[in-house]
């Protein structure tokens, strides 16, 4: 696969970059990166915050080609801790460059799977011990989800071919509901708001997922909101 920076590109693809950054500022992280695996043009779309000589290090070597925090962690579904890759070669090449130009291997992944075999994965780390990186997660482990499904549909739905492709629609009972979940309101909330039962609510949000092909009521919150289906609250 080609690899794309996204921020050598002119505006609006800058706005990532910045966005990113905000990334790292509201949960405490030294960096983070996004990449975008387009199956239809074979390429891997790249935004990072990291300085300009470690991206042309990375280019240069093609460790997008090897990087395990993309080859490895793009076939789970789940965000995956770094600790929990595999030491092999190309994980100790690529850290080892990594470490040289003063970045740490402690990191998390969340993968994002689209709708048409596009894959998102956002990756943040921090230089921390061990035990505060283990406090640290748990409290932000589902913002950053909701995070990365923004980045990515962002970025996929700024390409021509995504935006042609990409436009899941909801039924007006489905966005009532998920609008209200995005309001804060639990699902029996919302059953009692609406005068149905929890059950059926429950079978709304289920749809509401598989038609936005998310896996949790806030990735498909995340989703609806990024792509103008319900307004944030």
């Known amino acids: 696969m080609n690899l794309i920076d996204l921020g050598t590109l002119p505006q609006p693809e800058t706005q990532y970059t910045e966005f990113l950054r905000q990334v790292c500022e509201r949960f405490e992280m030294d960096h983070a990166a996004y990449a975008g695996l387009n199956p239809w043009e074979g390429t891997i779309h790249g935004h990072v915050t990291y300085k300009d000589d470690w991206k042309d290090h990375y280019t ?33 090449r690529v850290f080892r460059d990594a470490n040289d130009f003063g970045l740490c291997d402690q ?81 029996q909330d919302v059953g009692d708001i609406l005068s149905i039962s929890h059950r059926t609510v ?17 990735q498909a919150v995340g989703r609806a909101i990024g792509i103008g289906l319900i307004v944030p609250s």
């Open 107 to 187: 990191g998390l992944t969340i993968p994002v799977r689209g709708p048409y075999g596009d894959v998102g994965l956002l990756s943040v780390t921090r230089d921390c011990s061990s035990r505060e990186w283990g406090k640290l997660i748990p409290n932000v482990i589902s913002d950053l989800q909701s995070m990365a499904v923004h980045i990515h549909d962002s970025v996929m739905g700024s390409e021509a071919l995504s935006g042609i492709l990409y436009h899941p629609s909801l039924s007006s009972r489905e966005a009532e509901i998920l609008q209200w979940i995005a309001a804060g309101k639990s699902q």
């Open 60 to 92: 240069q070597e093609g460790f997008h080609l090897i990087d395990p925090t993309l080859h490895m962690t793009q076939r789970s579904i789940a965000p995956v801790d770094w600790v929990r890759l595999e030491r092999n070669e190309d994980f100790k």
């Open 202 to 218: 429950e079978v709304h949000l289920r749809s509401s997922r598989e038609k936005l092909c998310a896996l949790t009521t806030a």
